[in-house]
């Protein structure tokens, strides 16, 4: 079969938007509303609210809101769940940013749980050291919040909203300005879009991977993107993988939300046995990447993986759990009385494109937020409930920066359009990064994946998908180590710190 080499499209007119938004998620619909009242365009590959990542978020929203928890136990939770790699500024900076977030998502209309005084109801998640995570009926913060800004997105005259399409490149020109993207439609169609600046909030890359908790479109296609037009990468090898995902055999995966450990659920294997306090001292409140582990053992072993809720929840598990209930129920699981078949899942990418304290990215043109960046803020082990916080706050930084700034308009301008990976050889790919670049790795397992990725690529050419997986693959076996969600049977240790973080004045942030 022959290759089909990258399609080239040239782009030489004005700029078609001001500023333009790829994806259509928490972090690019906040980040819209957030510019008011400079135009935007965002572009959407689905209808509003459908297909977006940020919609089945079930935790919630990390923020320092009780009055006995404060910014520097937030940033200092941050840090350590991270294995040596976050970058304490940049955790400080969220968390100190966090609660006017949440209190702009309340100004839009988002219902979070209230205690019975009207304040906040926030819940414990692992490796917090205070109850700090606001949610909506127990597991629907997610998609609250989409219908939230979904419904102001609508009623927004500075935003304009493409649905439909897909990016599928960036436009650069002479200079390398990013000058904006080349977008495909659902039957097919290819088309230019300018801009003075372009904005890639497009998710993560877990549907790169058999088991995941991700939307099957989110296969880091805007990694690939930003790859191939020479933007700093950080961090590809951190793949978080949720240790409770619903094991029922769809694709993708429920998921279990971490909060019903909060609330007291544990992990039992198939004989009834708890065995979560055999791994880690903090039993099923242990940082994301030891549970996960935990439970791929024990399923490894055939001894199976249970989520016990009977207790913990009970008979208020449709009030306060009511999508983890319709999963289960939907799957013949009666959670009330039965334990839940969970298992690991590719869950969140905490690395990507590498932005400054101000969203942009090492290229003129392209500022970057959500899942698809690497800001320092994770690490090597997200902790949970911090995704969403991450969007919301560069988001609110994006716009700060660019709200007033003066834009240039790029150059005539250039991009490219790759190949397009056929189901069957996509399916092979999911399956060989879950088997062999998945919770536990060695280097003959990720061998084996660069070269079907390399055969798949002779075949079939550079398709996003084949990209971001060797950048991921590749980015694993030259960490030669044990750290956080990333865990290697060959070199099971943790070294020494690779990385120096600068020595910065947090004032440094203040500004744009």
């Not at 979070?112 to 205070?130: I, K, V």
């Not at 400054?356 to 320092?376: H, I, K, N, P, Q």
Request: charged fraction near 20%; glycine fraction near 8%.
């Amino acid at each position: 079969m022959a290759v089909t080499f990258p399609q080239t499209l040239t782009a030489d007119r004005p700029s078609d938007d001001d500023v333009l938004i790829i994806g259509a998620g928490l972090a690019g619909l906040f980040l819209a509303l957030q510019l008011a009242p400079r135009p935007c365009t965002v572009i959407s590959p689905a209808p509003l609210g459908q297909a977006a990542s940020s919609a089945w978020a079930q935790g919630g929203l990390a923020a320092a809101l009780h009055p006995k928890d404060s910014p520097e136990q937030h940033a200092a939770d941050t840090v350590a769940a991270g294995a040596g790699l976050v970058d304490p500024i940049i955790a400080r900076l969220i968390a100190e940013e966090g609660p006017a977030r949440v209190r702009d998502l309340v100004a839009l209309g988002v219902p979070f749980d209230r205690t019975p005084d009207g304040a906040l109801a926030l819940s414990l998640e692992a490796a917090h050291s205070h109850p700090r995570v606001a949610r909506v009926a127990g597991d629907l913060a997610g998609k609250a919040i989409m219908d939230a800004l979904v419904a102001a997105v609508a009623a927004a005259p500075h935003i304009t909203i493409i649905e439909g399409v897909r990016a599928t490149g960036l436009l650069q020109d002479k200079n390398l300005q990013v000058a904006g993207a080349i977008l495909r439609d659902t039957s097919g169609n290819l088309s230019t879009r300018t801009a003075r600046e372009t904005v890639l909030c497009t998710g993560g890359s877990g549907g790169l991977f058999q088991v995941t908790t991700n939307p099957p479109e989110a296969r880091g296609d805007a990694i690939a993107m930003a790859w191939e037009a020479g933007a700093l990468m950080a961090d590809l090898e951190f793949v978080q993988f949720h240790p409770t995902a619903i094991d029922i055999g769809r694709d993708p995966a429920p998921l279990a939300t971490e909060a019903l450990r909060g609330e007291g659920a544990t992990l039992h294997n198939r004989d009834g046995a708890a065995f979560m306090d055999r791994y880690h001292e903090l039993a099923e409140l242990a940082p994301r990447d030891e549970v996960a582990r935990a439970v791929h053992t024990e399923r490894l072993s055939g001894r199976g993986a249970f989520l016990d809720c009977r207790k913990a929840v009970g008979d208020h598990f449709p009030d306060h759990f009511p999508t983890v209930f319709g999963a289960c129920r939907s799957a013949g699981i009666d959670p009330r009385t039965d334990m839940i078949p969970v298992a690991p899942a590719a869950h969140y990418h905490m690395g990507g494109i590498v932005p400054d304290f101000w969203g942009r990215s090492s290229l003129d043109g392209l500022s970057v937020c959500g899942e698809c960046t690497s800001t320092g803020v994770h690490g090597a082990n997200r902790l949970a409930s911090n995704s969403l916080l991450e969007a919301v706050v560069f988001a609110h930084r994006i716009a700060a920066r660019l709200r007033d700034a003066t834009l240039k308009d790029p150059q005539s301008s250039t991009g490219h359009v790759p190949a397009t990976l056929p189901t069957a050889a996509l399916q092979d790919l999911r399956a060989a990064m879950s088997e062999k670049c998945g919770v536990v790795r060695d280097e003959a397992g990720m061998t084996r994946v660069l070269e079907l990725v390399e055969r798949l690529q002779s075949t079939h050419g550079s398709a996003r998908a084949l990209t971001t997986a060797r950048l991921i693959v590749q980015s694993a076996l030259n960490r030669k180590e044990s750290r956080g969600g990333h865990y290697r049977s060959d070199y099971p240790d943790t070294t020494a710190p690779e990385r120096q973080f600068l020595i910065r004045s947090f004032e440094e942030t203040a500004h744009p």
